[in-house]
């Protein structure tokens, strides 16, 4: 089975710490991952994408993930948030390069 | 840069009655998607397409029909909706070879069926 566990479904952190919003996946193979950020009343855009190599990937805005196939893991990561990151985030599989498969979901809220 | 567009962007429809979202991509993608968001389920695959003329069952087609007339539009169909129904759907695209990996998602439809 190909599936994704985002296990918090909410995370506040102050403006100018530091983020990580978990994602973890189940698949036999390597797929390939991704995050999305959605703000309201909007599309999902790509944050970041790993398909292979690096296990580290940097992404739009600051944003980092790294990928661990022994913990299954995608974990999104910045080292100082912005009010403006307040959205809600998405982690997904692709175990094929074509559908994806997505995580509920991490509402994220920066305060001051 | 890629543009996705759905029609309606709000839609309230009543039970047992037709609805249709409509895409547009102007990506020259060949792979689209529809999912449907609601609330504890993140995007769900309901059906997607690989080209013109093709159409294939996602995570959860009961209920839905979708059709690919040509490269650039795919539509949902819900021959009778239901209020289990109601929920923001999205349409995406996706390219050829590696970066039909990514998908550019379209700004959604909030569909409300009474």
């Known amino acids: 089975a190909q599936s994704v566990t985002q296990p918090d479904a909410r995370v506040t952190v102050s403006e100018g710490a530091s983020l990580q919003l978990r994602c973890k996946y189940s698949?036999?193979?390597?797929?390939?991952l991704f995050w999305y950020v959605q703000y309201p009343r909007q599309g999902l855009q790509l944050l970041l994408k790993?398909?292979?190599?690096?296990?580290v990937v940097q992404g739009v805005n600051s944003f980092e993930a790294e990928f661990s196939k022994s913990n299954s893991s995608f974990h999104l990561q910045k080292a100082s948030v912005h009010w403006s990151d307040s959205a809600v985030y998405f982690c997904?599989?692709?175990?094929?390069?074509?559908?994806?498969?997505f995580g509920t979901g991490t509402k994220l809220q920066v305060v001051p | 840069e890629a543009a996705v567009t759905q029609s309606p962007r709000n839609k309230v429809a009543v039970t047992g009655g037709k609805v249709t979202l409509s895409c547009n991509q102007t990506n020259n993608h060949n792979n689209m998607y529809w999912y449907r968001q609601d609330t504890g389920h993140g995007l769900r695959l309901i059906h997607y397409s690989y080209g013109a003329g093709s159409t294939e069952k996602g995570d959860i087609p009961d209920g839905y029909k979708a059709s690919r007339p040509s490269q650039e539009n795919f539509s949902l169909i819900l021959e009778l909706a239901t209020p289990s129904q109601t929920s923001v759907y999205f349409c995406?695209?996706?390219?050829?070879?590696?970066?039909?990996?990514?998908?550019?998602f379209g700004p959604g439809t909030r569909l409300t069926v009474l």
């Open positions: 790993y398909y292979s190599g690096d296990p």
């Open positions: 997904a599989l692709s175990p094929s390069g074509t559908y994806q498969r």
């Open positions: 995406a695209s996706g390219g050829l070879g590696e970066s039909s990996y990514e998908q550019y």
């Open positions: 698949y036999s193979a390597t797929p390939y």
